[in-house]
Nanobody
Framework: QVQLVESGGGLVQAGGSLRLSCAAS????????QGWFRQAPGKEREFIAA????????NYADSVKGRFTISRDNAKNTVYLQMNSLKFEDTAVYYC?????????????????WGQGTQVTVSS
């Protein structure tokens, strides 16, 4: 089993920045990929970004491209999501996910492990 724990959420004004962290523990793997998703009230969980543990270009949703950056620290088994120029519509619970395969999947069903989520609230 793999455990994922998110941190770094909070309240920020529009235009501000936050950095989310996702620490993995348990039976971690050197291959595979991790992603970030978010879910706003009354909406489905949506893909934000994904990155391979082995490197290569990440994948981003169009809604966050140019504002959010996903990165990883393999030594710490941690993936980060740097969020800049935050907008009110970025308000949601943000989830970290991991999958054993390395393809940068964008669907929730393609991920094997999930964190508990961290709330991000952007005030307008």
């Amino acid at each position: 089993q793999v455990q994922l724990v998110e941190s770094g959420g909070g309240l920020v004004q529009a235009g501000g920045s936050l950095r989310l962290s996702c620490a993995a523990s348990g039976r971690t793997f050197s291959s595979g990929a991790q992603g970030w998703f978010r879910q706003a009230p009354g909406k489905e969980r949506e893909f934000i970004a994904a990155i391979r543990w082995s490197g290569g270009n990440p994948n981003y949703a169009d809604s966050v491209k140019g504002r959010f950056t996903i990165s990883r620290d393999n030594a710490k088994n941690t993936v980060y999501l740097q969020m800049n120029s935050l907008k009110f519509e970025d308000t949601a619970v943000y989830y970290c996910a991991a999958r054993r395969l390395s393809r940068l999947a964008t669907m929730t069903s393609e991920y094997d492990y999930w964190g508990q989520g961290t709330q991000v609230t952007v005030s307008s």
